[in-house]
């Protein structure tokens, strides 16, 4: 009894750190394009911030990866019924899945425009870090994010599509 408590106190707590071990196929490849997505938006807001020394050539590279890498390319990784331990896709993909190919485009579409915005002056609000970049009431307060244009408002429109779609897609941690 004693040891097989144990084994199940463990496996509890491994349960988490081996889901990436455990995917395979389709469900590790995109887990591993969704890792490096994490660095890349990283890497963009820490400029951003001046954690990093702005660099408009890294950011245009960071952006321009993000794109090749979104739409189609992105929603190819997700057949049909791919949901299911380790993942943590919802089925409701399958059930809307032009919904969550509007996400994967307009991730594409923000990250193209952030590299063509790159070179500007990356003045304006953003949070510390992209996942608490979300839609919602307070987006359109505080300066007009939405039109002031700039890589900051790219850079924050780019981690609202990929928080967007995990709210809608993605299952809680
Ligand atoms: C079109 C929807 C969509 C977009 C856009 C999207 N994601 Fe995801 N993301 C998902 C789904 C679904 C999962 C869960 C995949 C799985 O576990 O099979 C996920 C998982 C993740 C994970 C966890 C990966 C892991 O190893 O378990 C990270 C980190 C992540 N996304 C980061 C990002 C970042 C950063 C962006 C934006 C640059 C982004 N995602 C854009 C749908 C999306």
Known sequence: MKLSLTVLVLAAAGAAAAAHENATGVVGERMELMERFDELADRIFAMMHGELAYD????????????????????????????????????????????FEHYASALGDWSRELAAQADGQPRGKL???????????GMMQGGGMMGSGGPVSAAWHVAAMCNACHAEFREED
């Open 127 to 137: 949070p510390v870090s992209w996942e608490d970049a979300v839609m919602g009431p």
């Open 56 to 99: 408009p050539a890294a950011v245009r590279r960071a952006a321009e990866e993000i794109s090749s890498k979104a739409g189609t390319h992105m929603t190819a990784l997700f057949p049909e019924g791919s949901s299911g331990a380790p993942s943590e896709a919802k089925a409701e993909i399958w059930r809307d899945f032009p919904a």
